[in-house]
C-alpha cells in the first residue's frame, strides 16, 4: 500500500505492508531464508536469493520510500554502509565530493582514510554560512549535506544547495538522520538522494544497526541496486523486521523527542555553567525547510576536557554511550567519542571543542531528564 494523500502516521504503519496472502498475519513476517524455489530455471516468485532481496526487507524499503516520498529505496547493514554504496556507484577516482565541514565521524573516517586513498577528492566547506555558488565549484560531481549536522546541529539550505547542484551538474545527497522524513523531506527540496542511519531514530529503540537510501531517479536506483546485491552489505531479515516495527511510532516518538528537548533547551540556555548552546529552533533557515526539530542538543559546558569527561559519566537517566535517536536518553563527549576519529585541530576548526556534549533526549518524563542534568553540573562544578 502506498498512497501519497495518505497522512505520515498512516503510511508509517501501512506503506509496503499489506496482510501476508497465505496466513492473513497482519505483521509482516520474519522471512528467515536465504534462497526460493524455482519452477523452473528463472521460473522464480520474485525472489531468488536474499542478498538480492527479501519480501521483509521488502516491505521496509517501500515503508521508508514512501515516508520520504521516493520511488525507490535500499536497505542496508549500517548507515555507513548505505554511505559507501552511494559514493562507489555513483563517485569514480578523481572525482570531486564536496562535503559539509560538520558531519558524523564516521563519514568523515569513510571519505578521508578509506575513500580518498582510493582516489576520490574531497574538500569541506560550512554550508549554513558560505554561499552554494562559492562552495560548490564547476566539476563537482557530488555534495554531501548532513541538515541539521552532528554535532553542532547546523543547518543548510537543501534547496539553495540544490540549485547550485543542477546548475554544475553535480548529485546532491541529503543524509537525513538527525531530522527524519517526519520533520524534513529533502528530496521535495530537490536532493537527489536522501540516506539514513536507520539505527537511529527510524527503529528508535537501540537494539539494531541499519541503513537506508532514498530517491526517485530510475538510473541512479538501477545502479545502486546492483552494488547493493554485488557487494551485499545488506541487514538480515531479524533486523528489517525490528526496524520495520519501530518505524510504525516514528511520528509519535518524534513529537514526544521534540517535546522533551525544548524544555531541556530552555533550561540550559538559562544556566550558569553552560556557554553556548547548539539547536535548530531558533535557526530561520530550518524553519523554511523543517516541520520540527527533533530531540538533539548540543552545548560548550564551561571548563577543560576533564570537567566534560566527569560530567558525561554523572548522569544517571542520560546514559553515556555512542548512537542517538532511541526511546531512552544518551550523553556523549564528541570529542573523545563519536568523533574521536577526526584530528583534533579539524575538529576545533569545526567548532568541536573539548568540552561539547551532545545529548539525545528521550522520551521519559522530562522533569526527570532535567534533575538528572542538574546533577551532573553540580557534582562536577
Same mark, same amino acid.
Given at each position: ?9 498512516? %503510511? ?9 496472502? #497465505? ?24 525472489? +531468488? =536469493? ?9 516491505? !521496509?524499503?517501500?515503508? !521508508? ?8 529505496? @535500499? ?73 541539521? #549536522? ?26 537525513? /538522520?538527525?531530522?527524519?522524513? =517526519?520533520?524534513?523531506?529533502?528530496? &521535495? ?25 532514498? !530517491?526517485?531517479?530510475?538510473?541512479? =536506483? ?19 523486521? %525490528?526496524?520495520l516495527r519501530g518505524v510504525k511510532t516514528l511520528g ?52 577543560? @576536557? ?8 554523572? /548522569?544517571?537517566?542520560?546514559? *553515556? ?23 583534533? +585541530? ?22 526527570? *531528564?532535567? &534533575?538528572? %542534568? ?8
Amino acid at each position: 500500500m502506498k498512497n501519497d494523500n495518505h497522512g505520515f502516521d498512516t %503510511l508509517a504503519v501501512h506503506a509496503g505492508q499489506a496482510p501476508d496472502p #497465505t496466513t492473513g498475519a497482519v505483521m509482516t513476517p520474519i522471512y528467515q531464508v536465504s534462497t526460493y524455489a524455482q519452477d523452473g530455471v528463472g521460473g522464480h516468485k520474485g525472489y +531468488e =536469493y536474499s542478498r538480492t532481496d527479501n519480501p521483509t526487507r521488502t516491505a !521496509l524499503q517501500a515503508c !521508508l520510500a514512501a515516508l520520504e516520498g521516493a520511488k525507490y529505496g @535500499l536497505s542496508f547493514a549500517s548507515g555507513l554502509a548505505a554511505t559507501d554504496v552511494v559514493l562507489r556507484a555513483l563517485v569514480a577516482p578523481g572525482d570531486l565530493v564536496i562535503c559539509g565541514d560538520d558531519v558524523y565521524g564516521g563519514t568523515y573516517r569513510l571519505f578521508d582514510k578509506v575513500l580518498r586513498p582510493w582516489g576520490m577528492r574531497f574538500e569541506y566547506a560550512d554550508f549554513s554560512t558560505v554561499a552554494p555558488e562559492s562552495a560548490i565549484p564547476a566539476g563537482t560531481r557530488l555534495v554531501w549535506l548532513e541538515t541539521p #549536522t552532528n554535532p553542532l546541529l547546523k543547518v543548510s539550505d537543501i534547496a539553495a544547495v540544490a540549485v547550485r547542484c543542477k546548475a554544475v551538474g553535480a548529485l546532491l545527497v541529503v543524509d537525513n /538522520t538527525f531530522a527524519t522524513p =517526519y520533520f524534513q523531506r529533502p528530496l &521535495a527540496l530537490g536532493a537527489d538522494i536522501v540516506v539514513h542511519s536507520t539505527t537511529k531514530y527510524i527503529n528508535g529503540h537501540s537494539d539494531v544497526v541499519g541503513g537506508f537510501a532514498a !530517491l526517485s531517479d530510475d538510473g541512479l =536506483y538501477d545502479k545502486m541496486k546492483y552494488l547493493q546485491n554485488a557487494a551485499g552489505a545488506v541487514p538480515g531479515p531479524q533486523d528489517v523486521w %525490528l526496524t520495520l516495527r519501530g518505524v510504525k511510532t516514528l511520528g509519535v516518538r518524534m513529537d514526544r523527542h521534540q517535546q522533551n528537548a525544548e524544555r531541556i533547551l530552555g533550561w540550559l540556555r538559562a544556566h550558569p555553567d553552560v556557554e553556548r548552546v547548539y539547536h535548530p529552533m531558533d535557526n530561520p533557515v530550518a524553519r523554511k525547510q523543517m516541520s520540527g526539530f527533533g530531540g538533539m542538543i548540543s552545548f560548550d559546558l564551561r571548563g577543560d @576536557l576533564d570537567r566534560a569527561r566527569r560530567f558525561v559519566a554523572a /548522569t544517571t537517566l542520560f546514559t *553515556l554511550a555512542e548512537s542517538l535517536g532511541g526511546v531512552e536518553s544518551l550523553i556523549e563527549t564528541p570529542a573523545l567519542m563519536t568523533h574521536a576519529s577526526i584530528e583534533p +585541530e579539524k575538529r576545533r576548526a569545526a567548532g568541536i571543542q573539548d568540552g561539547l556534549i551532545r545529548l539525545s533526549v528521550g522520551i521519559e518524563t522530562v522533569e526527570d *531528564l532535567v &534533575a538528572d %542534568l542538574a546533577h551532573a553540573f553540580e557534582s562536577t562544578r
